[in-house]
T-cell receptor, first 114, second 110 residues
């Protein structure tokens, strides 16, 4: 079935460690996104990519990095520079067209820093 | 980027219509309004979107004011399974950037 796969679903890390969250889509979508969600809060945009080998910072990019080497993959690295990384991370994709460009979301990755 | 504001919470009786408002006072002419909902700890689910005309699908109706500065999502016959957080977001017509609002926590009461 077509969709977005995020892994791992749960991840624990020690302070000072980098960690990479995987996001893969088989929807043939051009655009991909990473959002962060804190408990009881809305979604905040970290990074987004409109096309392979190109990406832009969202509202809270500090302490994160991404790459877009393949159309179907958009991994997110949470670096040790991110001061408060414990959160729920959501990946999404969209076709990017004007009228039917709704976002499709993965099931999320929950990161806990110990 | 246009920003949206929504009431933090609402209650609705089961079987009644749920009307969820969204203000987007800074919306520009080519920005679409999208509605999503999120059930606890899951990825948000697409509901409906529109530019300036009212829209209806099998899930909901979307009413957009003539000046486009506010919209209302209508769930015509709310059920307990409609209990969720509802987000109103805007997307720039010339960009791929989606900005989420604060969301409204809708509780459907039996």
């Amino acid at each position: 079935d077509g969709g977005i796969t995020q892994s791992p679903k749960y991840l624990f890390r020690k302070e000072g460690q980098n960690v990479t969250l995987s996001c893969e889509q088989n929807l043939n979508h051009d655009a991909m996104y990473w959002y962060r969600q804190d408990p009881g809060q809305g979604l905040r945009l970290i990074y987004y990519s409109q096309i392979v080998n190109d990406f832009q910072k969202g509202d809270i990019a500090e302490g994160y990095s991404v790459s877009r080497e393949k159309k179907e993959s958009f991994p997110l690295t949470v670096t040790s520079a991110q001061k408060n990384p414990t959160a729920f991370y959501l990946c999404a994709s969209s076709s990017g067209t004007a009228n039917t460009g709704e976002l499709f979301f993965g099931e999320g990755s929950r990161l806990t820093v110990l | 980027d246009a920003k949206t504001t929504q009431p933090p919470s609402m209650d609705c009786a089961e079987g009644r219509a749920a009307n969820l408002p969204c203000n987007n006072s800074t919306i520009s002419g080519n920005e679409y309004v999208y509605w999503y909902r999120q059930i606890h700890s899951q990825g948000p689910q697409y509901i409906i979107h529109g530019l300036k005309n009212n829209e209806t699908n099998e899930m909901a109706s979307l009413i957009i004011t003539e000046d486009r500065k506010s919209s209302t999502l209508i769930l015509p016959h709310a059920t307990l399974r409609d209990t969720a957080v509802y987000y109103c977001i805007v997307r720039g017509g010339g960009t791929y950037k989606y900005i989420f609002g604060t969301g409204t926590r809708l509780k459907v009461l039996a």
